[in-house]
């Protein structure tokens, strides 16, 4: 973990896409349309990106298998009951804790956890948690960090150095010591500010620490981009022509900013998967009994001798999914600007 | 016979008058003390992996892992017999030449110093060292100075803060030897609390020592000395120490205490036998894999006595009505909690310990506690209680293995017709938080161990109103009931022995006919030992100290 910041936010922007274009070929297309054409030439992008929608897909159907085969829901213990297995009775917890592996069978596909819970449901109900928290979190960052970053970029001034300090003070924390620190100190309240009360158990809570922390790791890129455009022709042009700054930012900025925001999205994605799978392992993320992939995986490590599959199984999720999108987002970079180096690190 | 023959012979018999001089030596040793030990072998050092004591100061420990260290070096003027089980509480003259009886109604107890006492560093034991000690704990806020403010004049030493003033409820005479301890009122849980290392005198100018990283001198079997706070003490045997009957002197010449936080390893080095003991339990993962491979190395016992139960707020919706209370009661399996403990826990349906003078078994009206739930009779009180569907949160802490308990009682809690969801603490504020009236927790996971052999020290902290003053109660289902309060002061002034039948009595109202509280039973401890310890007659599990190391021995 770097406290320096090591986002390489080095965007070359001036090769137009009237350049990029005319080297491909393909002059006169939009700048959307080649990009996509970029993206579905990179099959393996597509690929990673398809097994991300497949695991969206199987979290979605959560409640399909927990009513289905699973007859269970995440939060139901069976501490005392048996199953049956090759005709045997079998305790799906031990008198000494011990809990049941995989059955590969309807009940306990992947076992049960130490409460008797079906691993295999709080893992696909651990993944809507996961996914909606890592999606949720990505969406308001790239929301404030593309706010804050025009802002920061285009008023410069006094403006600007609020923004920028404020960012870097954030930045000087470790993400994941600063997301502990946050997540212990709301932990116990909640939050409250002004009229808007977030209770301690809400999952805005990991959303919102989660979407705090990775502001600067988007808003500087972003700023530095807006530093570049306010000084292009057309904005001159714009202002030449008595647009005011808000109407120069909203039309003529951010419509520039659009490529970058979504080339970051993915690997914000990802990281925030990270992140909060980190937070839940550190007992400060998801609240139980609601499952997380962090939280099932710091559950599962202090039985990793009795009953692996409790780590491994929600383990091999977490990095197929980062894994996927950060695949995806590499493909998306390419596609949108190739001479990018977007890389979210911490 | 040649001459190298010859030779042999003499050296034999050389070997052999050495091995009687030894022998008898060691006899001479050994002699004087009494309990403990199961007569295997003695002398040179065994280590000891511990997460460590957490203070070195033997007024300011707190934890277990410390009395153990510290009950060999710091002998009180009472102290607990050097015996395994529930002999182990029986308390015994230590410094002092015998347990007092109590005169002046009840309120003054008089001690007398044996003569010639020394500390481990040779200065002679006074009898004023003793009030330095009881000041030294109410002035430095120690954990266990509130068992003392019950001695006259005591609160307004607290109060004022000034060290120089004298405590008039203790007369000492250094010429004598003698100590007199008056209380406001009768409470003979006294005699308990100054059998604890914490009430063991050390000499006044060596007190607290030049170092606050190294203990003072004490009076016992070993010397207690810090070579590296957070990884290294060690005990060694102390020349001064007298003839004591009944308290066993040093079987090692040292002990060293090996400190680290990673119990695995603690776990890994005993059963490789780099360690010969370890005061934490095996982590869950690792306890099935001891208790397989090594059974005769490892014993499990709920020690020191413990009562785990869900705390229920009287004061709150739902447990404000006594079928809401009943229904938890009723609903509770014991077996499924076995399982979440790994199997270190004993059901119980009683408030009080089983090791406890006043333990009578009860005649659970909830059903055996080893047996399943009623969760259809829990459902009828819920329903009969007016709060069906009634939101109630679950306060735990995040120490293994109180989220999954939390859990479990959360899925009966929905079971029986409540909407029960879980708030999960940090286990270093959780205690404070959920004792906080202003939090209103409604209902949690909570445990008391033992502070001293004393009925007492369950009830009174736990549902009196008096625990009900402090801002933070231990009290959490905040109980206030005037049966208990006042059984409680009739009984403060009597000796457990005698009044063990009122205690059970008291017991049976708290569970069988409040149900102020839901218990599930005690947790077992372990004490796991390496290959060449003596496990089976020397394991000193102890009531009190949990182990007594002065009962460790090795094998043969």
Redesign the interface.
């Known amino acids: 973990m770097a406290t320096e910041p090591a986002t390489d936010f080095s965007f070359e922007r001036p090769a137009t896409y009237e350049e990029e274009a005319r080297r491909e070929g393909a002059h006169g297309v939009s700048p959307w349309r080649l990009a996509l054409r970029r993206l579905k030439r990179n099959r393996v992008a597509l690929a990673f990106g398809f097994l991300f929608i497949v695991v969206v897909g199987l979290c979605l159907a959560a409640p399909l298998w927990a009513n289905g085969p699973a007859h269970t829901d995440p ?3 069976h ?2 009951e048996t199953i049956v297995l090759d005709g045997k009775k079998t305790n799906v ?6 809990p049941i592996g995989p059955t590969w069978k309807g009940r306990f596909f992947l076992g049960a956890d ?3 819970r079906d691993t295999a449901v709080r893992l696909l109900y651990g993944g809507r948690n996961s996914l909606l928290i890592g999606c949720a979190a990505a969406l308001i960052t790239a929301c404030l960090s593309v706010l804050l970053g025009t802002l920061a970029g285009f008023v410069r001034g006094f403006t600007d150095t609020v923004i920028s300090r404020t960012l870097d003070v954030i930045w000087a924390f470790p993400v994941i010591l600063l997301g502990v620190a946050l997540g ?1 100190a709301l ?2 309240q909640g939050l409250e500010l002004g009229p808007v009360k977030v209770g ?2 809400s999952k805005l809570i990991p959303i919102l620490i989660i979407s705090v922390v990775y502001v600067p790791y988007m808003a500087r890129p972003i700023r530095g981009q807006v530093l570049a455009l306010r000084e292009k022709e057309f904005v001159e042009a714009a202002r030449a022509q008595g647009a005011n700054p808000l109407r120069i930012m909203v039309s003529e900025i951010l419509p520039n900013l659009s490529s970058t925001a979504i080339v970051f999205v993915p690997l914000l994605v990802a990281n925030a998967i990270l992140l909060e799978a980190a937070l839940g392992f550190l ?1 400060v993320g998801v ?3 609601e499952p997380s992939w962090g939280t099932m995986i710091g ?1 599962g490590v ?5 009953g692996p599959h409790l780590a491994i199984v929600p383990g091999l999720m977490l990095v197929t999914t980062v894994l996927a999108l950060n695949v995806f987002g590499d493909g998306v970079r390419d596609a949108f600007d190739p001479r990018a180096t977007v890389r979210v690190e911490h | 016979m040649g001459k190298f023959g010859r030779r042999a012979v003499v050296l034999l018999v050389a070997c052999l008058s050495l091995f009687v001089i030894a022998a008898c030596g060691d006899d001479d040793d050994d002699g004087g003390g009494g309990g403990g030990g199961g007569g295997g072998q003695t002398g040179g050092e065994i280590s000891i992996g511990t997460v460590g004591p957490d203070n070195a100061d033997p007024v300011l420990w707190q934890t277990l892992q410390a009395v153990q260290a510290f009950a060999p070096a710091y002998v009180p003027l009472m102290t607990y017999a050097h015996e395994e089980g529930s002999a182990g509480a029986k308390v015994i003259p230590g410094l002092a030449e015998e347990v007092p009886e109590p005169t002046n109604g009840g309120k003054t107890y008089a001690f007398m110093l044996r003569k010639g006492l020394k500390y481990s560093d040779g200065s002679p034991v006074k009898a004023s060292d003793f009030e330095n000690t009881i000041k030294r704990l109410l002035k430095l806020g120690a954990a266990w100075s509130g068992f003392f403010t019950g001695i006259e004049g005591a609160a307004d030493f607290t109060e004022k803060g000034d060290f120089s003033a004298d405590i008039p409820g203790i007369e000492t005479d250094d010429k004598t030897g003698k100590i007199k301890v008056t209380l406001v009122q009768p409470d003979t849980k006294i005699l308990y609390a100054l059998a604890e290392p914490y009430a063991a005198p050390t000499p006044a100018a060596k007190s607290p020592a030049k170092s606050l990283k190294q203990p003072p001198p004490g009076v016992g079997p070993y010397t207690l000395e810090v070579v590296d706070f957070s990884r290294k003490w060690v005990l060694k045997k102390n020349p001064n120490f007298p003839d004591i009957p009944d308290i066993p002197k040093a079987n090692f010449d040292t002990i060293n205490i090996d400190v680290s936080d990673n119990v695995t390893k603690l776990t890994q080095d005993v059963i490789s036998g780099t360690l010969d003991f370890m005061t934490e339990d095996p ?7 001891v ?1 397989e491979k090594y059974p005769e190395r490892i014993k499990e016992e709920p020690n020191p006595p413990n009562t785990y139960y869900f705390f229920l707020n009287v004061t709150l919706p739902p447990f404000d009505k006594q079928e809401a209370r009943e229904a938890v009661n009723y609903a509770l ?1 014991s ?2 909690l ?6 270190r826990l004993q059901p119980s349906c009683n408030f009080l310990p089983p090791q406890l003078v006043g333990y009578k078994e009860l005649d659970c009206k909830y059903g055996d506690p080893s047996k ?1 739930g009623d969760i259809d009779k829990a459902k009828e009180l819920v329903k009969q209680s007016g709060y069906e569907g009634q939101d109630v949160t679950v306060w735990t802490n ?1 120490k ?2 109180r ?2 308990i ?3 009682y ?2 009966v809690l ?1 079971q029986i017709g409540f909407k029960a ?6 286990q270093q ?1 959780y205690f404070e ?1 959920v004792g906080l009236k202003r939090n209103k927790a409604q209902t949690g996971f909570t445990d008391w161990f033992q502070d001293y052999p004393h009925p007492g020290d369950f009830f009174e902290p736990l549902l009196s109103s008096e625990a009900l003053k402090a801002e933070v109660t231990f009290n959490e289902g905040f109980v206030s009931d005037p049966f208990i309060d006042k059984k409680l002061e009739e009984l403060r002034g009597k000796t457990p022995e005698e009044s063990a039948d009122e205690w059970a009595e008291l017991d049976d109202y708290v569970i069988n006919k409040k149900a102020y509280v839901a218990v599930y039973g005690g947790e077992k401890s372990t004490s796991f030992f390496s290959e060449r310890m003596d496990a089976e007659n020397c394991a000193g599990i102890h009531p009190v100290w949990k182990n007594d190391w002065l009962q460790f021995c090795k094998k043969g």
């Open positions: 939060f139901k213990n501490l005392t917890v031990s008198l000494e804790g011990t130490t409460n008797g212990t932990s116990l301690a158990d007992g609240k139980p009994p559950d202090k039985h990793i001798l009795s | 982590t869950g993962d690792q306890l099935p894999e208790r399996d077996n499924a076995v399982r979440v403990f790994g199997g399943p995040n293994d293995p989220p999954a939390a859990d479990y959360r899925d929905n969801d879980i708030k999960t603490l940090d504020v938080q």
